[in-house]
């Protein structure tokens, strides 16, 4: 049996076999409408989301098969002091797979070593998310063609975004990716990141403070939210809240075919102007999500047409 916790537990192959599966189930979806039928997905979600939930949700539905799970914390026997090993071995009974997000870095690898069914990381903490960065890796690849050769530049809160870490260490194992890292001081990613990817895979990369310097070098452009619900202290997050807003006039300076990508949700970071710009890739990449997390459900769960 096979969890999803770290993007790393996917080998590349297995990567590019899941973005296939997406690609040939966007191709033909109702080749793929019933092959999940009688199978269940549980969604617990001890923290808030929109599109990783809904996107789970409505994959498991357009495979034919059901879904069950809560949308908080409060809504669950966690609030009467439940683990999260008995939560899961409890629905691991009900359920033939586990979407989870939890506040707590490492909740889903706990849950993974009691779990009678596999666990997909759905979020947790600022740790890691990898089916964003599965989702990113099929918007890439449909937007540009290819996941090698091309300067990435990601920009806004490096430390506590779990999408960025994934997505970096992902993109690690592809050929010719250069990285622009775009934060202030106090948001630059953890060090870990330089030490044990860049640095340990002589991988390029390059920290800058302004996106107006890098603009025009980047292939794609990934933005973040500042992760206010990651702060001890307000008083930072609001000082920090609007360090980058991507507008029209800094589109003037990025290339024509760059791309840009944002987990979402937005804030303030990109202004509704930019939606109109055909390179905003963001909705696409919603989109995206649901495909790929169909495509993942049925690797995991060793369902094969
Ligand atoms: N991208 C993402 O994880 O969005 P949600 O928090 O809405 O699930």
Redesign the pocket.
Known sequence: MKHLIDPMDLSVEEIDDIIELALKIIENPAKYSEVCRGKKLATLFFE??????LSFEAAMMELGGNVLGFSSADSSSATKGESVADTVRVVGCYADIIAM?HPKEGAPMLGSIYSPVPIIN??DGGHN?PT?TLTDLLTIKREKGSLSNFTIGLCGDLKFGR?VHSLIKALSRYEGINFILISPDELKVPDYIITDVFEKNNIPYREVRTMEEVMGELDILYMTRVQKERFFNEADYIRLKDSYILDTKKMKQAKDDMIVLH???RVNEIDIKVDEDKRAAYFRQALN?KYVRMALMMTLMGVTV
């Open positions: 808030p989301s929109t599109r990783t939930r997000r759905a979020g998310h964003q999408t987990p979402l949700p999500g």
